[in-house]
């Protein structure tokens, strides 16, 4: 296993409303990964992010990057990350260069790094525009840009398509992927938009309620999907068609039969033995759970 | 080293700012109207400056600066340097940066009080502007051929500063705890006029009253026997210290940060 950039143990949170917004959270966070942290709306994704940050007080369980805990060791943490909570944090009355400039002299880098993260997200050519007057794409992609100002080896993104066009999607999105494999950094990228993270991640946290419901990477939720899709059937005779598909564990379920998907091909060799066995097919439906649906499943407290 | 960092991103930040052109267009409202009267009812004002034209001119200034431009600017600029940060939904970047929590806070207010020593520079640079201008355009007018008494002017503006202190730290912590522009300058207005009623009404404590000072610094300047720092200037330094640290230890004890 790798070593771990982030790892939260038992990571409560209760806002002054008493609601448990954070419930035994146990986030872990691969070093060289891309970590999709997916969860609805509300369901405490920035929240999470915020205690990651110390801009919210911990209160229950703890908290470590880079191996340290957080609490006495936040400067030395805090130089070595990025992030980007929520909405862009730029003065609008500076221009691109000027904001840049403002956290280039706080993390202490040097003066070519403006030129190279304008370049890195496209602005180069906006460099000296009031930030004011900037889209909310280019806003967002300049808040990636001053999080990126001294090469840090992990960052904090949370929502960072929220609001922006499909072409300002497609092109953050690459970034992500750009950095992680070309820079060699570590991702932590929020979201409620599951096929947004399974265009980039690598590993997936769902978060719900406050809860953790799953933690893995993109391929052991992909299988976890493949377990929950099964195909549905029809036909002019269930009850031999259920004798004829025994080897492939298919079960009568309301009026139809019902067995596990595994692939289209055999989807199509059972069709093929139903009709050479003289059953017409009237229906032959796989209903396979893409991730949306799974998401859907796993949120709405149906797993 | 690290704090001089934080303030010297601080000031970039002010960089075409309202709290910059409002240091400016303050500094300037007086001398502008002393020009603009002089030149067009200069028959007064010739005779009235006659004998000092720059002494005199200097504490018609300072009267206004002292008894309300002066506080009205200050809890102004201790609103309007943390509002750049609220404005712009900035507040958790600042936070989320490597910087520790009392470099963040004392170079804001460090930034402020750099602000206001610029205001001071500003202020005396527009009234020497006015008054070469004045004589330059109107020869009755004995600016040029009188000197600066330098002195009374850097004592006065070190007395003026001090009166100051106390306000600037509690507008400072008001203007840090609340979200909006409209709440810290309210309530420093509301201070200000109470501290006028105050001096109206001749009130015995009022020395204890921190949005006095300025204009009790200004009604005891000149007088014989006064030493260098009144008791309500001293009342200004310990109300500085006191809010400064109620300020940050109220910050540093917050829940939620940005």
Same mark, same amino acid.
Request: aromatic letters at 8%.
């Given at each position: 296993m790798n070593s771990l950039l982030i790892e939260t143990k038992a990571l409560s949170y209760n806002f002054s409303n008493g609601v448990k917004t954070l419930d035994n959270i146990n986030l872990q966070v691969e070093e060289g990964s891309i970590y999709g942290f997916l969860g609805p709306n509300g369901a405490g994704k920035t929240t999470t992010l915020r205690l990651l940050l110390g801009l919210l007080r911990k209160q229950q369980g703890s908290i470590e990057i880079f191996g340290k805990n957080f609490e006495s060791e936040r400067l030395d943490i805090l130089k070595r990350l990025g992030s980007l909570i929520e909405q862009p944090s730029l003065y609008a009355h500076l221009t691109a260069k000027e904001n840049l400039e403002v956290y280039r002299r706080i993390y202490g880098s040097g003066k070519n790094r403006i030129d190279e993260v304008l370049q890195l997200v496209g602005l180069t050519y906006t460099k000296n525009k009031k930030v004011k007057q900037f889209s909310l794409g280019m806003k967002q992609r300049l808040s990636i840009a001053v999080a990126l100002l001294h090469a840090p080896k992990l960052l904090l993104l949370d929502e960072p398509?929220? !609001?922006?066009?499909?072409?300002?999607?497609?092109?953050?999105? *690459?970034?992500?992927?750009?950095?992680?494999?070309?820079?060699?950094?570590?991702i932590l990228v929020s979201s409620h938009i599951l096929a947004e993270i399974e265009k980039m991640a690598t590993h997936v946290g769902i978060i719900h309620k406050g809860k953790m419901l799953f933690q !893995?990477?993109?391929?052991?939720?992909?299988?976890?999907?493949? *377990?929950?899709?099964f195909l549905e059937l029809e036909t002019t005779n269930n009850e031999t068609a259920w004798n004829l598909l025994q080897p492939y564990a298919a079960e009568r379920k309301n009026g139809h039969l019902v067995l596990p998907f595994e692939t289209n091909a055999q989807t199509a060799s059972i069709n093929r033995l139903l009709l050479e066995n003289g059953i017409d097919v009237y229906r032959l439906q796989p209903q396979q759970n893409d991730l949306e649906q799974l998401f859907i499943d796993i949120t709405s407290d149906k797993l | 080293m690290s704090f001089a960092i934080s303030t010297r991103a601080e000031l970039l930040k002010t960089k075409r700012s309202a709290s910059f052109w409002l240091t400016i267009s303050a500094a300037a409202m007086m001398p502008g109207l002393f020009f603009l009267a002089h030149y067009f009812k200069p028959e007064g004002a010739i005779k009235a400056l006659e004998n000092d034209p720059w002494g005199t001119q200097f504490m018609w200034g300072w009267e206004s600066l002292n008894f309300f431009i002066f506080p009205l600017y200050v809890i102004?600029?201790?609103?309007?340097?943390?509002?750049?940060e609220f404005k712009n939904n900035t507040w958790k970047q600042v936070f989320a940066s490597p910087q520790s929590l009392s470099n963040i806070y004392f170079s804001k207010f460090l930034t402020i009080h750099l602000m206001t020593f610029f205001f001071y520079l500003s202020f005396t640079f527009f009234m020497i502007l006015s008054g070469v201008l004045t004589s330059l355009l109107n020869s009755d007018f004995n600016f040029l051929r009188k000197t600066i008494n330098w002195q009374t002017l850097a004592t006065l503006s070190f007395k003026s500063y001090l009166s100051i202190l106390g306000i600037s730290a509690?507008?400072?912590?008001?203007?840090?705890?609340?979200?909006?522009?409209?709440?810290?300058?309210?309530i420093g207005l509301a201070l200000l006029v109470v501290s006028f009623i105050a001096y109206q009404f001749k009130w015995e404590h009022i020395y204890k009253f921190p949005f006095a000072h300025p204009l009790l610094t200004q009604q005891t300047f000149g007088k014989v026997g006064r030493p260098l720092i009144e008791n309500h200037e001293w009342n200004s330094i310990l109300y500085f210290l006191a809010f400064i640290l109620i300020g940050l230890l109220d910050l540093k004890f917050k829940k939620e940060k940005g």
């Open positions: 398509t929220n !609001g922006l066009d499909p072409n300002g999607i497609i092109e953050t999105r *690459e970034l992500i992927k750009k950095l992680n494999k070309e820079e060699g950094v570590t !893995g990477t993109l391929s052991q939720l992909q299988n976890l999907k493949k *377990e929950r899709s | 102004l600029i201790c609103t309007l340097i943390p509002q750049i509690i507008q400072y912590w008001f203007s840090l705890r609340f979200k909006n522009f409209i709440a810290p300058v309210g």
